[in-house]
């Protein structure tokens, strides 16, 4: 069973519906409201992105009920659907569906919604919960498959998606993308000496460290074992060894107490900008060239290719 909640008042405050009017009885919904139901819950249920499913229901509902903005938010599927600018009238909604929690919708116009609209576009959203359902459940199917699910961080499925894509992008606008790959020195002699379960404590650890030294534009990914993977967009090089700075330092302070006797460990990080004439493998191939120089010639350091 769908649930609607509406919350009635003053529009200029989120979350609240203006009827011009009073409310009349509750009638039954046509036939002809049902058919239109049915058909758009049947043209939704054609899509799994949540933008597509949000412009073709305003669409459909705005010969209907007339607006010229929409915004959608799941705080917690980490959803934002956005279309249009503000305006001081709107009709706002909480959906759930089978106690999931969809997330708010809201729709905007200058000028002020009947209450044959409300009742009108209250009906129209039960042609929206379904669709928008399966859309949620196909998001979190996907994050869960580019996620590593010890880290929580990007896998190596994301990265090989993800990564050939900001290099396209980047040469296409003529931006500047830096690449670090990163590999844990020492793991192996404390997976040896406590155990896989003491490894995969640190692993998390060091995730957190990376993660907390980098930016919400940046990417993150655990390319495999105790390796992980950077790209920092619009970046130059100087800010990209500030930022490999950083993480070795992070990585020396981390306290590493309960691992055996373990006091410290170290990263050999390499790093590269991209360059005019590179594809995704030549850059990555340069990289792993860095990095392999960093864990030779040392370790615990930056080697620039």
């Known amino acids: 069973m769908a649930q609607i909640t509406t919350l009635m008042g003053e529009t200029r405050t989120k979350g609240q519906v203006i009827a011009l009017d009073s409310r009349k009885p509750e ?17 939704l249920s054609r899509h799994l992105d949540l933008e597509n499913i949000f412009k073709v229901f305003s669409i459909e509902t705005g010969s209907l009920v007339p607006h010229n903005s929409y915004r959608y938010v799941s705080e917690l599927h980490k959803a934002r659907v956005k279309f249009g600018k503000l305006n001081r009238h709107s009709l706002h909604y909480h959906l759930t569906i089978e106690q999931m929690d969809l997330g708010e ?12 609209e409300v009742c009108q576009f209250e009906e129209l959203l039960c042609s929206l919960v379904y669709p928008l359902k399966n859309a949620l459940m196909y998001l979190i199917a996907i994050h869960s498959a580019y996620k ?16 050939p894509r900001e290099v396209r992008l980047a040469k296409r606008h003529d931006q500047r993308l830096a690449m670090m ?6 793991f192996k002699a404390i997976n040896d ?11 998390k650890k060091v995730a957190e460290v990376v993660m907390s030294r980098l930016r919400d534009t940046d990417m993150l990914f655990r390319y495999g074992g105790d390796e992980f993977v950077a790209a920092l967009p619009l970046t130059d090089m100087q800010g990209a060894i500030d930022v490999a700075d950083r993480i070795l330092v992070g990585i020396k302070d981390m306290d590493l107490e309960g ?6 460990v170290g990263m050999s990080i390499g790093l590269s900008m991209l360059h005019a004439g590179d594809d995704f493998n030549r850059f990555f191939k340069r990289v792993d060239k860095a990095l392999y120089q960093a864990k030779n010639t040392g370790k615990h350091k930056v080697i620039v290719g």
């Open 181 to 186: 790959i990163m590999d844990l020195d020492g």
């Open 105 to 116: 919708f809201t729709i905007y116009r200058k000028e002020p919604f009947s209450t044959n």
């Open 259 to 264: 691992f055996d006797g373990f006091t410290e």
């Open 193 to 203: 000496s406590c155990g896989h379960d003491a490894g995969d404590r640190l692993l």
């Open 27 to 43: 009638q039954v919904v046509s036939d002809k409201q049902y058919l239109k139901i049915l058909q758009l819950t049947d043209l």
């Open 148 to 163: 590593d699910p010890l880290t929580n961080i990007n896998n190596r499925a994301a990265m090989d998606k993800l990564l």
